[in-house]
């Protein structure tokens, strides 16, 4: 196990998730479940059984450097990679590789996002033992695919090929956020899984795939060969990380490569990308309402998720499907259905207020 790293990606700013989730405080930060846990310390919790805690490398931006600090005190300084810029996940996951590829050649690694919730957290530890195995074994690169439950139209799919193991197969196909026609042709053949956007493999055979489908990127990393690792490395990225070209991992090397596996997973999964999925992830009352952080007395009301500061008492009268979030300097209130408008309403609010409330 000493050679088993974990790459934890914590650099989103989760807008669809405004009013609660702000540039300096986003989702992942949050304790959105009521538990005492923000959903970075979750993701941390989850995988502490399966890598050795000096292993764990936390890679997000630079402002974020307090908050994780402050909600993973035992995590070692020098794991905390900081990005001077965004650039999505190819950037962030070749530093994370460059960086521990430099401290251990023989490192396997898994890498998942900060801000989804997993349930069946035994199920999932036993997926990603058999995970870390597979790619040990063979120069391979591994996607977790969740079965899928409905047709989801905000989730990218997997279709899979021939099997290799009884729960590992071969990669078809990548297909992004299908409409909803092709969602539930998607969910009817039981070839297609969602993308859960967590992947494990070798340092080295990541390294590789970059060198292969992404040069734009790995040029500018391989200038800094023999600084990873060193007290040099920090100097390097603030210098060069700007320039990398933004992309995911998915497009310059998943939907590429030709050693693209997927194990096929069916712990509880959810990426928890806005307030609906927050909705269908809470308890619910009799009224299927929602009720996180105070109390609520609720008249003809159904369907609604209310979010305030522990302790509000909330009293509705009349509503139906609607988000409430009150984050005292800003109250949201949006039906469910429109809210995928909420991106433009956080771009409308910084027109007309700048950063204020953002």
């Known amino acids: 196990m000493s050679h088993r790293y974990c790459v934890i990606m914590c650099g989103g700013v989760g807008s669809r998730f405004w009013p609660y989730s702000r540039e300096d405080r986003p989702k992942q930060f949050i304790d959105f479940m009521g538990t005492g846990r923000s959903l970075l310390q979750m993701s941390y919790d989850r995988i502490l059984p399966l890598v050795p805690k000096e292993n764990i490398v936390v890679v997000t931006n630079a402002k974020y450097a307090p908050l994780i600090r402050e909600q993973l005190p035992d995590l070692l300084p020098h794991n905390i990679l900081l990005e001077p810029a965004r650039r999505n ?60 439950v409905r047709p989801e139209t905000g989730y990218g799919y997997i279709q899979i090929g021939p099997k290799v193991t ?52 790995t040029v500018l990393f391989d200038r800094g060969e023999g600084l990873f690792g060193t007290p040099r490395e920090d100097d390097f990225i603030r210098q060069n990380f700007g320039a990398c070209p933004a992309n995911s991992i998915d ?28 909705y269908d992830n809470s308890a619910k009352d009799a009224d299927s309402n929602v009720a996180q952080g105070g109390s609520l007395v609720a008249y003809d009301s159904h369907g609604n998720i209310f979010v ?51």
């Open 251 to 278: 497009y310059a090397v998943m939907e590429k490569a030709d050693n693209v596996y997927v194990e096929c997973a069916g712990f509880g999964w959810n990426d928890l990308g806005t307030w609906s999925a927050l």
């Open 308 to 358: 305030t500061p522990n302790g509000k008492l909330i009293v509705a009268d009349g509503l139906k499907d609607y988000i409430v979030a009150d984050a005292e300097d800003v109250l949201l209130i949006c039906p469910k259905a429109d809210e995928q408008r909420i991106k433009q309403m956080v771009n409308d609010v910084k027109m007309r207020f700048d950063d204020k409330f953002l």
């Open 89 to 148: 996940t190819a950037p962030c996951i070749a530093w994370a590789a460059y960086h521990i590829a430099a401290l251990d050649p023989d490192a396997s690694m898994i890498v998942a996002p900060s801000d989804h919730l997993i349930t069946g957290e035994s199920i999932y530890c036993d997926c990603v033992r058999k995970g870390f195995e597979f790619v040990e074994s063979k120069d391979a690169l591994l996607t977790l695919g969740i079965t899928p």
């Open 166 to 217: 009884d729960d590992i197969n071969k990669v078809k196909t990548f297909t992004e956020k299908p409409n909803l026609e092709l969602a539930k042709v998607f969910l009817e053949t039981g070839e297609f899984f969602w993308n859960a956007g967590i992947f494990l493999w070798k340092a080295s055979s990541i390294i590789n795939a970059l060198r292969r489908y992404d040069t734009d990127l």
